[in-house]
Nanobody, 114 residues
Framework: QVRLVESGGGLVQPGGSLTLSCAASGTISSRYAVGWYRQAPGKQRELVAHITNSGSTNYVDSVKGRFTISRDNAKRTLYLQMNSLRPEDTAVYYC????????WGQGTQVTVSS
């Protein structure tokens, strides 16, 4: 009954920016951090950023300094601000708890290309 809906992806040139949103419905456990994952074609899904209930954030090295994760609990929405995008950031981006407890949504496609 939990539904996760990602949005905000698109085609952007290298060096550009995008902001992704994740809207959650249903009852989600509040005992875990939440995060953004991504999966490139032929690759494993990887966690790129997560934020704890206290607001602490962590990022994979490849996006550190370029991406910012945030949340609005009242709106039940998670965000990912992505700056200085690179072609290697191209992937489908998903949200979930960390560790991932729920079914994956459709994700939102981010394509970085000239």
């Amino acid at each position: 009954q939990v539904r996760l809906v990602e949005s905000g992806g698109g085609l952007v040139q290298p060096g550009g920016s995008l902001t992704l949103s994740c809207a959650a419905s249903g009852t989600i456990s509040s005992r875990y951090a939440v995060g953004w994952y991504r999966q490139a074609p032929g690759k494993q899904r990887e966690l790129v950023a997560h934020i704890t209930n206290s607001g602490s954030t962590n990022y994979v090295d490849s996006v550190k300094g370029r991406f910012t994760i945030s949340r609005d609990n009242a709106k039940r929405t998670l965000y990912l601000q992505m700056n200085s995008l690179r072609p290697e950031d191209t992937a489908v981006y998903y949200c979930n708890t960390f560790p991932a407890l729920y079914s994956w949504g459709q994700g939102t496609q981010v394509t970085v290309s000239s």
